[in-house]
């Protein structure tokens, strides 16, 4: 797996938590990539520019989408297999503690 960046995987969990579609996670990292270049808004400009100088890339936003569409095949092993659901709490600690 190629996500190494902190955070990409919680990123993705929080997505996942919130039941956020990827589109809306691109929308997220980067509005313009999903709006066009002369969408008014942007959200992560100082991480994205140096990035861009730093790898020639928004690399975050690579890496979390990457980490996103791997989710999506199930290729991050079974804690990430079922959606999240914030009202149901840790099922899986309850049942270890019962």
Do not use: H
Not at 12 to 29: G, N, Q
Not at 59 to 78: F, I, K, N, Y
């Amino acid at each position: 797996m190629d996500c190494l960046a902190p955070g990409c995987l919680e990123t993705v969990c929080y997505a996942r938590l919130y039941a956020l579609t990827r589109d809306e996670l691109r929308y997220i990292l980067d509005p313009a990539d999903v709006m066009g270049a002369d969408y008014p808004s942007e959200t992560f400009r100082g991480l994205k520019n140096n990035e861009m100088k730093e790898f020639g890339e928004y690399r975050t936003a690579r890496l979390v989408l990457a980490a996103w569409d791997q989710l999506e095949r199930g290729e991050l092993g079974w804690w990430f297999a079922e959606p999240m659901n914030a009202n149901s709490g840790n099922n899986r600690a309850e049942e270890t503690t019962r």
